[in-house]
């Protein structure tokens, strides 16, 4: 596997890192995974679903923000939401500029998906399949493009989350271009808190879900 590591300047001038992953020089698209505050591209879902977007031949970038870092202790949590936004399209026009690729995902986790909306506005993205895995459902902005959306969608999040909210998902669910996951007792991690084995097999479950999508 070859890794290209890349560092923009975003928001205030602050660091933005990326990572390109590639397995072979003839990708079938590209997988971009936006992880979450602390939920990040190491984290079990995220790290699983790159190595299973990798084995079907696509390329992967991960976003590396910071926001959990000392770094950012100074930021109140809107400057953060303010932030992800611009930071995550600074990349995407840094890394796209030039790529063609035949097809496109875009994965994002809890914060991340904050930043989805502005980038499916992004023209190579328009297309893109989305995966919306625990996302902020009380965010407008998120909950509309979700509502309106004509992108292909998997939405996954347990009804123990804390952004989990019926009412919302009842509404959502009118959009069939999005299929919906809800596991019973999944907690913002997608796993089943003091179940080590149950979580085990949840996590096993959700990879396969994106992998097959």
Not at 76 to 83: A, G, P, Q, R
Not at 103 to 116: D, E, W
Not at 127 to 150: D, G, I, R, Y
Request: hydrophobic fraction near 35%; proline fraction near 5%; include cysteine.
């Amino acid at each position: 596997m070859n890794v290209r590591e890349g560092i923009v300047k975003g928001y205030k001038e602050m660091k933005v890192p990326y990572a390109f992953l590639n397995k072979t020089e003839k990708p079938n698209g590209l997988a971009i995974i936006l992880p979450g505050m602390g939920y990040t591209v190491k984290s079990p879902i995220l790290h699983f679903a790159t190595g299973a977007y990798l084995n079907r031949g696509y390329d992967v970038l991960h976003i590396n923000y910071e926001y959990h870092t000392d770094q950012y202790d100074h930021f109140t949590y809107e400057e953060l939401k303010s932030t992800l936004a611009p930071d995550v399209m600074t990349v995407l026009h840094e890394t796209l500029r030039d790529a063609d690729f035949k097809s496109y995902y875009l994965v994002g986790k809890s914060f991340g998906c904050l930043a989805m909306p502005e980038a499916l506005n992004f023209h190579p993205l328009q297309n893109a399949k989305t995966v919306w895995l625990t996302p902020h459902l009380k965010e407008k902005n998120v909950f509309e493009t979700m509502l309106n959306s004509q992108n292909k969608g998997l939405c996954m999040i347990g009804d123990r989350d804390s952004f989990y909210n019926k009412e919302s998902l009842e509404q959502l669910q009118t959009n069939k271009n999005i299929d919906y996951f809800i596991p019973p007792g999944a907690n913002h991690a997608l796993e089943i808190g003091g179940q080590t084995l149950e979580s085990i097999d949840l996590v096993r479950r959700v990879v396969k879900m994106i992998n097959e999508f």
